[in-house]
């Protein structure tokens, strides 16, 4: 069975830094593509950025050059660190993983991310 256990989400003001965290369990990490989503209050949900078993990575056009997604195959974690973040940021965060090989899709519990002053 596979979990995926977001943590690092929290009240940030303007500007500030968070970095968020996601924990696999079970055997896919590796084979997998590992990526971060958001969704804002009545707003579909939305890629944030994605990286490869190979570390390639891709970046919404809103995140790049703020966001840096990266990924630990000993840990079986993938972070999201956010930096410059503007209130517009504000939403649950969701840690996505896609086996390559299965083509199954998993996603974590969700994490709340929110950017006021």
């Known amino acids: 069975q596979v979990q995926l256990v977001e943590s690092g989400g929290g009240l940030v003001q303007p500007g500030g830094s968070l970095r968020l965290s996601c924990a696999a369990s079970?055997?896919?990490?590796?084979?997998?593509?590992m990526g971060w989503y958001r969704q804002a209050p009545g707003m579909q949900r939305e890629l944030v950025a994605v990286?490869?078993?190979?570390?390639?990575?891709n970046y919404a056009d809103s995140v790049k050059g703020r966001f840096t997604i990266s990924r630990d195959n000993a840990k079986n974690t993938v972070y999201l660190q956010m930096d410059s973040l503007k209130p517009d940021d504000t939403a649950v965060y969701y840690c996505?993983?896609?086996?390559?090989?299965?083509?199954?899709?998993?996603w974590g519990q969700g994490t709340q991310v929110t950017v006021s002053a």
């Open positions: 990286i490869s078993p190979g570390d390639s990575t």
């Open positions: 079970g055997s896919i990490f590796s084979g997998a593509s």
């Open positions: 996505n993983a896609f086996h390559l090989s299965t083509f199954r899709a998993y």
